[in-house]
């Protein structure tokens, strides 16, 4: 889960957002990896391991992964029917309301890097903060070359672990 923070009128600090991933954090259980289990062609186990060892980047991997799929939208509308969304997320939502400017869902760290001029990167179970890390240039400003190149290379930083593999990991 990440802290944005960007700037109103030239006051660094002045605005909070929250963004939060969809899959584990809303819902209870990863909604692609059910789907790829459910209906996914075979190959796509090998493309989630090339992605784990930073062989692809996590955009080519989804693109790979969700090309095998094989399911009409029928079927694919009634396992989605059958996921569980967490019921603590509504007192968090609640929360972040309260204390937060804006609740953004988004599963892509590029999202948050273009509109903020700084992240926190909390733990899992939002016990404490991982990483923080402040962002050059202006939101809303910054080149796709430049959002692109510094999500690669924190792409590849433990302290975003969690952001990128799902899986739980101890950060040294």
Known sequence: MLLSQYT?????GSEWIVLCDFDGTISVEDITDSLLERFGQPGWQEIEQ???RGEIGSHDCMAQ???????????????????????AFVHFAAAAR???SALFVTHDLSE??????????????????????????????????AI???VE???RDPAFAELFDGERKELS
């Open 8 to 12: 109103v009128d030239e006051r660094p």
């Open 50 to 52: 090339a992605w784990k």
């Open 65 to 87: 992964q969700v090309a095998l799929l094989d399911a009409s939208g029928e079927e694919l509308d009634a396992h989605l029917d059958g996921m569980s969304i967490d019921r």
């Open 98 to 100: 309260e204390h937060f």
């Open 112 to 145: 948050a890097v273009r509109v903020a001029d700084r992240l926190l990167v909390l733990s899992e179970g939002g016990t404490g903060f991982v990483t923080e890390r402040r962002i050059e240039g202006r939101p809303g400003e910054r080149s796709d070359r």
């Open 148 to 150: 692109f190149d510094l």
């Open 153 to 155: 290379t924190w792409s």
